[in-house]
């Protein structure tokens, strides 16, 4: 009976073992938005002893991230609600495998420091540039602030600006009220920037890690981003403990100073974990008020599009 036992166990350690070897012929690419993930990853230390290879890829916003994504130039990418929305709507190939709960600070509505724009009600008439397109989490505080102050959406002309050039026109003085998020947001308020309306309240402040759907029906590379997912969660628990050193690691990633940065960090996220039921409700109804707008070209099925079985996804 022990030589059998033994004789099992020996055989499940070679079939784990030649999994993990297997994985060693995997390469994920790793879509972020300015930095936000490897920036955390790199101060935490989650990728060590990974048993598959994998590279960033950064961009500005989640428009050209989803396009890269619709490319298949990543596996994985990470964006806020109502973006990932956009994209499986515009026929995207993804799926939702862990949320993000995110800080309703870090995305803002704001205005020159000598504005004479003082409320959300003052904005009337008035063009708002919107980072970073159609369908964006700041096009979503931005109506949703509308209505919070009784103005119609019609009243309110929307440009949509790539980030980083909203941030040189800014700076330049010549957008007069931007909606926006972090490291963005946070860098135009230490430059003068006034705030008229964060997304508390008026967003779900939720945001995903989605996966190609393609990248995910190949078994190996299905485990790999089960592990990246896991490791995320963990990398993010210790930016929330360690504030400090994540800081230094963001404000070298992305050329700020650590006293610039902090503030930003500060309100990055409160946690990565599986996708749970209440997620997938809260969403739908962005899916459901997005689709009334004609934002999104077509509803959502929001369930269609998350696999909560990923997270736990392990060798066996």
Known sequence: ??????????????????????LSGVTLVLGDQARNLRSLVEASGAMKGASYHYRWANFQGAAPLFEAQRAGAVDTSYAGDLPVLMAAAGGVDLKIIATNV?????NGL???ADSPVHSVRDLAGKTVVVSSA?????QHLLY?????????????????VLPVDASAAFNSG???????????????????ARLLRDSKGLTTALSFVTATDSSLKDPLKRLAIADFARRLAKARAWGIAHPDDYNQVYAALTRLSPQASAPITARISHGIRPVSAEDIKKVQGVSDLFS?????????????ITDTSVFEARLQ
């Open 1 to 22: 009976m022990y030589k059998s036992l033994l004789t099992a166990l020996l055989l499940c350690v070679s079939v784990t073992a030649s999994a993990a070897e297997d």
């Open 102 to 106: 995110g800080d309703a600070g870090s």
């Open 110 to 112: 704001i205005v020159p």
């Open 134 to 138: 159609r369908g964006s989490i700041s």
């Open 144 to 160: 949703g602030a509308l209505q919070e102050a009784g103005i119609k959406r019609e009243a309110v002309p929307v440009r949509f």
């Open 174 to 192: 010549q957008i007069a009220a931007w909606a926006t998020f972090d490291p963005y947001l946070g860098i135009a308020e230490q430059h003068g």
């Open 292 to 304: 009334s707008l004609a934002i999104l070209p077509q509803k959502v099925d929001v369930q269609a």
